[in-house]
Nanobody
């Protein structure tokens, strides 16, 4: 069992930066691949980034967002730079053992409650 708690969201202006954190409970954190997803009002939940043996990003955030993890702290991060109004959404972290289908929300076993990111223009 893994419990995930996100933090770090907020209201920022376009061009600003934010760092989201996702703290995980449980001793098996290092066994999971960790992903970030986001969901804007009226839209489906979409893949943002994942860290497996490497990092992968959605095209919309590539070059602006960076995912990282600290297994000693049981924490995964999402550094978001050059934020745009279209990045506004609730951001979720999630854990999966599926090493191939990490773009699909359905393969993730555990989810956090989400943290709101709002980017004003």
């Amino acid at each position: 069992q893994v419990q995930l708690v996100e933090s770090g969201g907020g209201l920022v202006q376009a061009g600003d930066s934010l760092r989201l954190s996702c703290a995980a409970s449980g001793r098996t954190f290092s066994m999971y691949y960790m992903g970030w997803f986001r969901q804007a009002p009226g839209k489906e939940r979409e893949f943002v980034a994942v860290i497996t043996w490497t990092e992968n990003y959605a095209d919309s955030v590539k070059g602006r967002f960076t995912i990282s993890r600290d297994n000693a702290k049981n924490t995964v991060y999402l550094q978001m730079n050059s934020l745009k109004p279209e990045d506004t959404a609730v951001y979720y972290c999630a854990a999966t053992k599926d090493r191939y289908n990490w773009r699909r929300p359905g393969v993730y076993d555990y989810w956090g409650q989400g943290t709101q990111v709002t980017v004003s223009s």
